[in-house]
């Protein structure tokens, strides 16, 4: 009640006590345990009812470990505390009645009275209305010692009165105690309010702890209640092995503890030193100190700003997706891989992870081969070459790696350190030469630097592209200088935060680098002229008429440049323009070396990092072994390992000129696949796709990818080409391999975006003659019990038609639907693997009726519906129980109710392994498990109603004298063998049905499918073995039709036929006139027949006629005399096509025949039954078929 105060009911003798874990609130499992101080908690842990007796307090119960966990032991094993709260300064007066009031709650004493209400005096008026009603409720362990003080006072048996709608607890029902009670949760501190939800509940309010996918890193995994344990009856026991949805319990204690103590030593980096540092670094490479001045003497100072822009633009948008995927979820170690992969699946992101990985470990051969050339173009100024200058390049590069490695190694937390101290370095050096544009020195004058001139800025502003240079070549050599962008990403690991840090850092610097290159652009372009001689004999004394040049209205003239185009200097032949401009050259020097060892660092840390995230996935199998990782940072050492002796090859070759464009476009490519991520998971729709990031659009993104793949080719054609063919070569791969995980890529949420939308395009349009397909619905039960089955419809079905997989669960209800969820998945996967293109649809039903009556009205969507029920022959159908026989034959009946179309398949053999297969699981469990093998076997039969649930559909019935007896002749010799032999000799009836069941699965080789079309039935009995021969395995099979006709017009029959035929378009061998047809069966055949029937006849000639209508109300299967008669001729006739059927299509592959129709409710179940054994007994595999009569064939184009 929410305004009222709580009182204890007067003068009410407390019922016998109950424990406090009886209560339904109390929650069994982890998840429930959470302390409420983290502002986390969820209503409803248990609170006692009226009588419960209730330990003493443990002092430190409910405190957690600062993450919002639980230390203690788990509700299950723990009792409460329940103590009165008074907050707020306003309760002072009420301090020593709530002291009493809470040192009585944590007593027990059996007998007595309830205590008054302890807001009554003391915060009756002064205290406030919050505490009213409050208690806090801490977990005990009853294990613990008696630490808590407990006196004499009176107030251990605690109830509370209200109103309301309330659920009682199971210990309140079964004590039969009447207080209803109300339990509320603190959200600041460890109390439970009664106040929050009306009732008593064990239901969980939002907590970040549900969602989390593992333990690992981030925090436990807790398990909501599930909803069984919720909704299930409280007589029956809703928590399985305490835990919900029979998963593992959550970590609580030591091991809550143990992760607490290791993460301390994980070093993690926030979004400037981790991601914003590594990305200015990695964009500023060599290129802004050597390349950029020729770049502006080539484009000009605006063509020049258009390049680094144009860059820009497409590194921009790459950086915009690459936000949008870093915040749309976790983002976990691996970088550029990690965000393709969960992006767009296993295939991409498997092909782009291997390029990105290599891409890194060569990057890093071409910054250590910069640097090396840059320290030896120094030795060479001061002529101490070691050797010369190819052999110097690849020493200095080998011990520069080698000290790479080692910073590495270290430890990342090294590794940020050098990139620091590189950084400043960097920093240093472009204010250095920031500087020295301001101070242009006299003897700098001759190399052409003359300081900021208007002269120099518009001369130098247009174009003067030389030496076969164009627009797109200079873009293509300045465009790697703008890559890098992920240099922060590649770590996301190592991340403190990665959904933050790599949308800020990343977009940080590129706004940064994009700045420093376009000024630095500008001043360089401002300050020197695009030729000098470096001459300072080149002064102009007098006036040259002809001489227009920036130059010469600055007094130099370097006219003999053109003329002879030998000139040192100059921003069109000096590449160390920079170094000539600054105000310290050594600084540049300096700066050069820090852009290219940062660069090489970031290189040889992102490598191993994504190829570590790569093999964890298991994509590649060979690479496993590069998964492991060492250390509180999960270091990938041989990762290092590798990269090292990668890039170590490479510098040893030094031909890096032609590696260095298939790097650049290795990079694009992860680049363009990044863009079309977001591109693609926006248009799949999926409502998994919420970045925290909104400042991006599918379209730019789809853009930006475009861009990509074009710059690729403008930067190198032959590269370009190479690139796509390895990531088309690895894409084939992985998607042959198909690796066995599932990230809920937009691949899948695209795909079943398609679906839906062509399922409901297909739904407007009406079904047409020339479309039909046969749409099956299989009554297979479990799909692994009856292979044949299965193969044989598949064979007609695949890439034609729908296959349906109709699984009807009987018995208890709340096991039943237990088994469903399971059942689907596992089945699932198991058509999956054995390549079948079809869909499992369990269903539970009370009996094998209705459960097919829901499959053939409910199964399917749209026009992709079944339209034929596919079921076994129930071979055992004399022996079963006849109500089963009944329901199985009532089945036929619903399926032509309904306008089904219907195939019974008969193997001479059967069809059900299940028995077989229940062997192997009790061989398999034999080896495993030391238990009994006699009580092994009995757990296998406790299965078989399950397992069998649907057998009347085929040769099975469930649970009948025979097929027990069956049963154990298979099972029981396990019972006498030794353990060290797993396999058991089959007796031949059992090894004939397992080659039987596998026979659809080979190759059918050159035979016949005899097809007897007796009657027409809108054509499927015909277009079923049509459909087979396209197949594969069917194709060197030859059609064959019989027909009835007359002995008269044998020839006028066959040739009618043939036209048919041929109008159909249906290739056939031969075609069979059948004349004698209605010829009397043998006698030996009638009197089998006969003798089949007489157990199931009423002879109700013999009888009274009260006792024959009684017996046939009770037992309507049984077949009358009268009955017997009227149909003897049909009789006969299904006798007569066995005599002939054995006679012409003894040898065939398959026969397909026209199955006999019974009219309801005149012709009983039992010799309906009999007329099917009749026709198909001792024959090859037989398909009894009978179309809906519609069309299903046309000649009409």
């Not at 796709?689 to 930006?704: C, D, E, I, Q, T």
């Not at 089955?789 to 296959?803: P, S, W």
Request: one cysteine or more.
């Amino acid at each position: 009640m929410e305004g009222k105060p709580l009182q204890q009911p007067p003068h009410t003798p407390p019922p016998p006590t109950t424990h406090a874990a009886a209560a339904d609130g109390i929650a069994p499992a982890p998840a429930q345990a959470a302390s409420a101080g983290d502002g986390d908690a969820r209503d409803g842990a248990g609170v006692s009812e009226p009588g419960v007796e209730l330990s003493p307090a443990s002092a430190a119960a409910a405190a957690g470990d600062g993450l919002g966990r639980p230390l203690g032991p788990t509700p299950s094993q723990s009792r409460f505390q329940v103590d009165l709260v008074a907050e707020s300064a306003g309760r002072a007066a009420a301090g020593s009645q709530g002291d009493a009031a809470a040192a009585a709650a944590t007593t027990t004493t059996e007998a007595a009275p309830p205590p008054k209400a302890p807001s009554g005096e003391g915060s009756g008026k002064g205290g406030s209305e919050e505490a009213k009603g409050r208690f806090r409720v801490n977990f005990v362990d009853p294990s613990a010692g008696d630490d808590s003080s407990s006196g004499d006072v009176e107030g251990g048996n605690v109830s509370f009165q209200n109103g309301g709608d309330t659920v009682l607890s199971e210990g309140s029902l079964h004590s039969g105690s009447g207080g209803h009670h109300h339990y509320y949760y603190d959200t600041h501190t460890n109390t439970y309010y009664l106040r929050t939800f009306g009732h008593n509940t064990i239901d969980a309010v939002p907590r970040i702890d549900y969602y989390r996918h593992t333990a690992a890193g981030l925090g436990e995994k807790l398990i909501r209640p599930s909803l069984a344990e919720l909704h299930d009856e409280l007589d029956k026991e809703p928590f399985e092995d305490g835990f919900a949805n029979g998963e593992e319990g959550t970590p609580t204690g030591e091991t809550t503890a143990t992760y607490t103590a290791e993460s301390k030593g994980i070093v993690k980096f926030g979004w400037i030193k981790g991601v914003l540092v590594r990305c200015m670094l990695n964009i500023w490479g060599v290129m802004l100190f050597i390349r950029l001045s020729w770049i502006v003497g080539q484009a000009g100072i605006g063509l020049a700003v258009l390049v680094i822009a144009m860059a820009t633009v497409v590194t921009t948008i790459t950086g915009l997706s690459t936000s949008a995927i870093a915040t749309n979820g976790f983002v976990r170690g691996g970088g550029a891989y990690y965000l393709i992969s969960r992006s767009l699946g296993p295939e991409f992101g498997g092909a782009i992870g291997l390029i990105f990985a290599f891409a890194n470990a060569v990057a890093v051969a071409m910054y250590v081969v910069g640097f090396a050339e840059t320290v030896v173009e120094l030795l060479k100024e001061h002529n101490v070459l070691m050797l010369d200058e190819m052999n110097d390049i690849r020493i200095i590069g080998a011990i520069t790696i080698v000290i790479l490695l080692g910073i590495s190694v270290a430890g990342m937390e090294w590794e940020a350190k050098a990139q620091i101290v590189l950084l400043v370095i960097l920093l240093v050096a472009i204010v250095d030469f920031i500087i020295g544009t301001f101070i242009p020195f006299e003897s700098k004058k001759a190399k052409g630097f003359f300081g900021y001139k208007a002269e120099i800025f518009s001369e130098n502003f247009g174009p003067d592209f030389r030496e076969e240079e164009t627009f797109f070549s200079v873009f293509a050599i300045f465009f790697p200088a703008a890559t890098g962008i992920l240099a922060g990403a590649n770590i996301s690991g190592d991340l403190a935060d990665p959904q933050s840090a790599i949308p800020k850092g990343t977009l940080l610097a590129i706004l940064i680098t994009t700045i420093v290159y376009i000024g630095i652009a500008v001043s360089v372009g401002s300050c020197v002229v695009r030729d000098a001689t470096g001459s300072m004999n080149d002064t102009i004394v007098h006036e040259l008429l002809n001489c227009s040049t920036a130059a010469c209205k600055l007094n130099f003239d370097f006219s003999s440049c053109e003329r002879l185009g030998n000139c040192p200097y100059g921003l069109m032949n000096n590449f160390q323009v920079m170094s000539m401009v600054s105000g310290f050259a050594p600084l540049i020097s300096a700066g050069i070396f820090s852009a290219t060892l940062s660069s090489a660092l970031a290189s040889l840390v992102s490598a191993p990092k994504i190829f570590q995230a790569l093999c964890k996935d298991n994509i590649y199998p060979g690479f496993l072994m590069f998964a492991k990782g060492y250390g509180k940072n999960n270091e990938p050492l041989r990762g290092y390992l590798l990269t090292f002796m990668i890039a170590l090859g490479f510098i040893l070759i030094a031909e890096l000129n032609v590696i260095a464009p298939i790097i650049s476009n290795f990079f694009l490519a992860s680049y363009a696949l990044i863009n079309f991520s977001v591109f693609h998971a926006s248009l799949a729709k999926s409502p998994g796709w919420r970045p925290a990031f909104k400042y991006y659009n599918m379209w730019v993104s789809l853009v930006g990818a475009i861009l990509c793949c074009i710059v690729m080719f403008v930067i190198n054609w032959w590269a370009a080409l190479l690139t796509y063919v390895i990531v088309l070569g690895l894409y084939i791969y992985v998607t042959y391999k198909k690796p066995d995980v599932n990230w809920g890529s937009s691949t899948q949420a695209l795909t079943y975006l398609n679906a839906l939308q062509h399922a409901v395009r297909l739904t407007g349009v009406e079904d047409h003659v020339k479309n039909f397909r046969p749409q099956c619905l299989i009554m297979s039960g479990p799909p692994n019990a009856r292979p044949a089955l299965l193969h044989l419809v598949h064979a007609f079905t695949k890439n034609v038609g729908l296959m349906i997989c109709g699984h009807i669960h009987m018995g208890p209800r709340r096991q039943a639907l237990k088994e469903l969820s399971t059942d689907l998945a596992k089945y699932q996967r198991w058509l999956i693997k054995n390549k079948m293109k079809a869909f499992y649809a369990p269903v539970h039903a009370e009996d094998l009726r209705d459960g097919a009556q829901y499959l053939m009205q409910a199964a399917g969507l749209g026009r992709m519906r079944p339209n034929t029920l596919v079921v076994g022959f129930k071979k055992d159908w004399q022996s079963a129980d006849m109500n089963e026989v009944e329901t199985y034959i009532n089945l036929l009946h619903d399926a032509f109710d309904i306008q089904y179309g219907i195939v019974v398949i008969r193997l001479r053999e059967g069809l059900d392994i299940s028995h077989l297969q229940a062997q192997e699981e009790v061989l398999s469990s034999q080896e495993k498990s030391p238990v009994p093998k006699d009580i092994i076997v009995n757990v296998d039969y406790s299965k078989k109603p399950e397992t069998i649930s649907s057998k009347p559909v085929s040769e099975k019935a469930p649970i009948h004298k025979e097929e027990e007896d069956d049963g154990k002749t298979t099972t029981q010799p396990l019972l006498k063998k030794d353990p060290k032999g797993p396999s058991v000799r089959l007796n031949l009836a059992d090894q004939r049905l397992l080659d039987a069941s596998a026979q659809f699965q080979k190759k059918q080789g050159k035979n016949n499918i005899d097809v007897w079309w007796l009657f027409d039935d809108g054509g499927l009995t015909l277009l079923i073995p049509y459909l087979l021969t396209t197949k594969k395995k069917w194709k060197d099979c030859k059609i064959r039709v019989f027909i009835g006709g007359k002995i008269n017009r044998i020839d006028h029959d066959r040739r009618a036929m043939a036209t048919l035929l041929s109008k159909f378009r249906i290739d056939f061998s031969d075609i069979m006139v059948l004349g004698d047809i209605n010829t009397k069966p043998k006698k030996e055949n009638i009197a089998a027949f006969e003798e089949m029937i007489e157990p199931f006849r009423l002879h109700e000639d013999d009888k009274d006629q009260d006792v024959a209508d009684k017996m046939k109300e009770d037992e309507p299967w049984r077949i009358t005399d009268n009955e017997l008669e009227l149909y003897k001729t049909k009789s006969y006739r299904q006798i007569r096509l066995n005599e002939l059927l054995k006679e012409h299509s003894g040898t065939a592959n398959l026969i397909v025949m026209s199955l006999p129709v019974a009219r309801k409710s005149a012709v009983s179940s039992a010799l309906y039954m009999a007329w099917i054994e009749a026709l198909s007994r001792d024959l090859p595999p037989i398909l009894l078929v009978r179309g809906n009569h519609q069309s299903v064939l046309t000649f009409y184009s």
